[in-house]
């Protein structure tokens, strides 16, 4: 086998303290690409509200005309140069249907190394919850609209399931994903620091381990522009449920592992939980 063939495809994800614009995270995205770039991977997954994370959320309507398109066509640039595909997710979209002028989609971009959206995600489970003791609330249906279609799309990782933040607790739409099949899924994030505490490392594991599948999860991370804290602790998990890299709480930063298809190969054949599904 030559080594091109026993190359194992390398995949990273990049954990940011979002500013309150583009202007403010084009060139921390920029810089931490390069680094990514030095270690060398094949496929790089970006946070949730890549493009801002405003004092106001419903600035993000507003921004979904001019200030999205000038983040594309800066995350294709960014792509040709360091030569790596992007999961660019989420940026604030204006809806092909102009039937609701005052909510967006969030939508996650796939863009391959020559600088091309190849495939993109509008997020479907939207984050409308107030925490336990009443201490936080958040109503994403105010600014965004839901998507409805899952979506995969083939990359040098293999196939890939999107899905964004909250559709984590969601394990359906991860089996759909499989339906359709996926072999690793991307999740970019904002998770709140109250839930992610509590479940997020739990469930990135358990969405990994019943799907046989790799999970990359970008997040944000520390204090933002409208006083929210989130979590942080970007991580990649292997099928078997093993944590490849933690990001912990360190703003601006990235990690990088490879994809043992091996592994995920002998996982299949001696524990072929996928196989011995008998509710479809």
């Not at 479940?199 to 929210?228: K, S, Y």
Request: charged share 25%; hydrophobic share 45%; with cysteine.
């Amino acid at each position: 086998m030559s080594e091109t063939a026993e190359r194992q495809p390398r995949v990273a994800v990049v954990q940011m303290n979002g500013r309150a614009d583009w202007t403010g995270n084009r060139p921390v995205v920029d810089a931490l690409l390069d680094r990514v770039a030095e270690g060398g991977a094949d496929v790089v997954v970006l946070p949730e509200n890549l493009l801002a994370m405003p004092a106001d959320p419903a600035e993000l309507v507003s921004m979904a005309q001019g200030d999205t398109a000038r983040a594309v066509e800066d995350l294709g640039d960014m792509a040709r140069r360091s030569g790596m595909w992007l999961v660019a997710g989420t940026l604030p979209s204006v809806p092909d249907a102009d039937d609701d002028p005052g909510r967006v989609l969030a939508r996650t971009l796939v863009i391959d190394a020559t600088g091309q959206i190849v495939a993109h995600y509008d997020k479907i489970h939207l984050f409308d919850v107030t925490l336990p003791e009443g201490r936080e609330s958040y109503r994403e249906s105010a600014v965004f609209r839901a998507g409805s279609e899952p979506t995969v799309v083939d990359t040098p990782a293999g196939r890939l399931g999107l899905a964004t933040c909250f559709d984590l607790r969601f394990p359906e739409l991860f089996r759909r994903l499989v339906d359709l099949g996926a072999e690793w899924f991307c999740l970019p994030s904002a998770f709140t620091q109250a839930t992610g505490r509590a479940h997020w490392e739990v469930l990135l594991r358990a969405r990994a381990i019943e799907n046989g599948c790799w999970m990359a999860a970008a997040a944000q991370v520390g204090r933002h522009a409208d006083g929210r804290r989130t979590w942080g602790h970007s991580m990649i998990v292997d099928p078997w449920g093993e944590v490849l890299a933690d990001c912990a709480d360190t703003p601006d930063t990235v990690a990088v592992a490879g994809f043992d298809r091996q592994k995920r190969d002998r996982l299949g054949r001696t524990f072929p939980v996928r196989d011995l599904r008998r509710l479809r």
